[in-house]
């Protein structure tokens, strides 16, 4: 195999530890010829499980890569000595050529799509340019801005390519580049480090690889795995013994894997994950390196055996199984979705092949390897233990039900996950409560799986249980547990346990009884009183219940209202007193006129004259009922009022009198207003006089005990003098007329009158 490239750089496939302080080193070469040339052993461990995939017709091949179709990468020596890219696929190995006419090329990784990256003499038979091949297509991917030469390492779904760019001046140096859709980004190193190599690409975009120091005669490289993610490149950190580590590979899941050690302790493959760094082992002795993991957690690469042989492993679930080899001699560096792994083994004649080693044949069988019952004899009701143990007897991880079954019913079930080899202890509860009287086989079992190798060891009988009967249990309801007198109560007795059919026997407490599950009874008696319900099972077993219920009184009322009568508008106010009934009373009042109140007490007004029968209406919360009756009169206030004179002269005294109906009622409060300012008087019947002559018109206001009022005018009273009386001649008096009256009639008219009279006397002059 010719190095045109002048060495090529440091990548996956050198030897963990060895040579560091030749970091120009080609690996692959010395993968690919120098064990080579190791004397093989006779040992062809596992060689039944392992495919030779042959060679392009030299005697070395090795695969690197494989799809989840089966669709296999890796790089092989020609029958003219140099080395070329394959593709193998369905049996066949396809040459994949090179860009250059008489360079190599090597073939590093695959996606599901079935693009092919990796590296090749370029076009000009000058420099090795990393490639991207495609429907027998090969395409020079080129180099970062600044070096010559390139190497694809792995190809995501969506055609993103990882791998480093470098020169041949500084042995083959330089950093990882990420390609994408025609465009190579340099993704430079960890701070402190000088280069960088990337290796692999999940579907995310996150790239891992490693960053390391230059290399010396006199100091070793040191190297630090990363993880890139959308521009940011993480230390992923070492083992705590060591002091440098590899990343080779990842999946869907971000998990990582590779190797860690320092120059003193031999490599340990490694399992970045969730911030966790876990030591992978090893086949028996130190020296281990972890190449590819896919997204079920199957991790592939190299280790020594006991024998100190390097061999192919596939670690999974904390556990490393040896995946053999055809010769001596095997390292595995792909692993697909279906658990298939490719690498390279010795074939036994000096040669190293490209070897696949198919998904394994799993053994699925699921065991339980012991359970018992406790206790083994209970009554009915009493809780009963199962434990047991079940083991994972196959050889991958299963998750499977386990049931726990009595007289082959299932009482109890739970779904365990074990790896290969795994037991887990088990323990159920069983409620006997409602199960019949009996003996009962119980079983532990785990359930069949799919295809599962041995059926016979999956149960695991723990024991027979007797049941016993229960005694005959007796329980006692009644609906409402307070009531009034002569109100139904629903009682209910409910039989459980012994042995039905049940019988039932009431006894209410008072003499009354019932021979049914469930039955009515009123009571005529207030008082605590205790109902008793027998309950006899097929076996003439007996139990009693008892049940408290508490009677009250009737419900009774008594309304009243403030006035039995009174004017239209006025507000009467209502109000019920109960006793006896259970609970709270709701008051309801009809008051006759279309309208309604509900309330202890409560007010009304009517607006029309009448008389109206109010029923007022008392309910209990045991629903006893009581009513009663108030009838009330509603009456306009009617006022009429007189005088004895409608014309007086002043000073003379006139009576007044007023009378009232209707309304409240008597007493009546009678109030008189005389029209002329002078003070009002109070009653009924009242005296006045008028000082002075004018027109007054008197007036009477009644108020009623409710405090209604109503007031009446009465006719208009004249105030006058009495008339002058002018005699005639002669002055003679009437009989009886006193000269009181005369003088009473004025001074003026008495003088007139004696004047008068005096002319009259006189005899006539005569002149």
């Known amino acids: 195999m010719n190095d045109p490239a002048g060495g090529c750089p440091p990548d996956r496939q050198r030897p963990p530890r060895e040579g560091r302080r030749l970091a120009g080193r080609c690996w692959a070469l010395a993968i690919l010829i120098g064990v080579a040339a190791l004397s093989v052993a006779a040992s062809r461990a596992s060689a039944a499980n392992l495919i030779d995939l042959g060679t392009l017709g030299g005697p070395v091949s090795i695969a690197y890569g494989i799809n989840d179709v089966g669709q296999i990468v890796g790089t092989s020596a020609t029958a003219s000595g140099t080395s070329h890219a394959f593709l193998w696929s369905n049996g066949t190995m396809a040459d994949l050529g090179s860009l250059g006419s008489m360079g190599p090329s090597d073939g590093r990784g695959i996606n599901n799509r079935g693009q092919v990256v990796g590296g090749t003499i370029d076009a000009n038979n000058s420099q090795y340019h990393a490639f991207l091949w495609e429907n027998g297509t090969m395409r020079d991917l080129g180099t970062l801005p600044g070096y010559n030469l390139s190497q694809a390492q792995a190809i995501n779904d969506a055609g993103q390519v990882v791998g480093f760019s470098g020169d041949p001046s500084m042995g083959g140096l330089g950093h990882a580049f990420l390609w994408d859709n025609g465009t190579m980004r340099d993704l430079g190193t960890l701070p402190g480090y000088d280069y960088s190599i990337a290796l692999g690409i999940n579907n995310a975009g996150r790239v891992v690889g490693y960053s390391f120091t230059a290399p010396t005669q006199s100091m070793p490289i040191t190297s630090r795995a990363f993880l890139w993610d959308n521009g940011t490149m993480s230390d992923l950190g070492t083992l705590p013994e060591a002091n440098d580590s590899e990343a080779f590979g990842l999946n869907d899941r971000g998990a990582v894997v590779g190797d860690s050690g320092n120059d003193s302790l031999d490599g340990h493959g490694v399992l970045w994950q969730a911030g966790n760094v876990t030591d992978l082992g090893d086949l028996g002795r130190p020296g281990t390196s972890a190449h590819a993991i896919n997204d079920a957690g ?86 009963v233990t199962v434990a047991g143990t079940v083991q994972n007897q196959g050889s991958q991880v299963e998750t499977f039900q386990v049931n726990v079954t009595a007289g082959g019913v299932v009482v109890g079930t739970v779904s365990v996950s074990l790896p290969s080899g795994a037991s887990r202890e088990l323990s159920f ?320 008219g008495v003088l007139m009158v004696r004047r008068r009279r005096r002319r009259k006397s006189w005899a006539p002059r005569r002149r």
Not at 304 to 324: K, Q, Y
Not at 337 to 347: L, M, R
Not at 354 to 376: E, M, N, R, Y
Request: charged fraction near 10%; hydrophobic fraction near 40%.
């Open 298 to 383: 199957q991790v592939v690469g190299g280790s020594h055996n006991f024998e100190s042989h390097v061999h192919a492993f596939l670690w999974e679930l904390g556990t490393m199984r040896d995946l053999g080899t055809l010769g001596q001699f095997s390292v595995a560096y792909g692993v697909n979705e279906t658990g298939a792994v490719v690498g390279q083994s010795d074939v036994g004649n000096g040669e190293l092949h490209a070897v696949l080693w198919p998904p394994s044949v799993p053994i699925h069988d699921t065991a339980t390897i012991g359970a018992q019952v406790s206790p083994t004899s209970v009554i009915a009701g009493t809780p």
């Open 429 to 748: 509860v069983w409620n006997t409560s409602g199960v019949a009287p009996g003996s009962y086989l119980v079983v532990m079992e785990t359930a069949p799986l799919a295809g599962e190798t041995d059926l016979g060891d999956n149960a695991f009988a723990a024991g027979t249980l007797t049941i016993a009967p229960r005694p005959v249990f007796a329980e006692a309801s009644a609906t409402p547990l307070a009531t009034d007198v002569e109100i139904r109560v629903s009682f209910t007795c409910h039989g459980t346990d012994g042995t039905p059919p049940y019988e039932y026997v009431w006894d209410f407490g008072d003499g009354g009884s019932a021979s049914t599950q469930t039955a009515t009874h009123a009571y005529s008696e207030a008082g605590s009183k205790t109902a008793r319900c027998t309950v006899t099972d097929r076996e003439q077993q007996q139990a009693r219940a008892e049940i408290q219920v508490s009677i009250a009184p009737a419900l009774a009322i008594l309304a009243t209202v403030n006035r039995m009568a009174v004017a239209p508008a006025i507000p009467l106010t209502f109000s019920a007193l109960t006793t006896g009934g259970t609970g709270a009373v709701t008051i309801t009042w009809v008051f006759g006129d279309n309208s309604a109140l509900a309330g202890t007490t409560v007010t009304h007004a009517y607006r029309d004259a009448g008389q109206y029968s109010v029923l007022v209406q008392g309910r209990d919360e045991a629903g006893g009922t009581v009513s009663a009756n108030i009838l009330v009169t509603i009456a306009d206030l009617l006022v009429t009022g007189t005088s004895t004179a409608s014309s007086a002269a002043p000073g003379a005294a006139i009576t007044f009198i007023s009378v009232a109906s209707g309304g409240s009622g008597a007493p009546y409060e009678y109030l008189w207003d005389f029209g002329d300012g002078t003070p009002k008087a109070a009653g009924p019947i009242v005296t006045h006089a008028y000082a002075a002559v004018g027109h007054f018109t008197p007036s009477v206001t009644v108020v009623d005990g409710s405090g209604a009022s109503h007031t009446t005018l009465l006719p208009m009273i004249a105030v006058e003098n009495p008339p002058v009386i002018i005699l005639s001649s002669p002055p003679y008096f009437a009989i009886g007329l006193s000269a009181a009256i005369i003088v009473g009639a004025g001074v003026a």
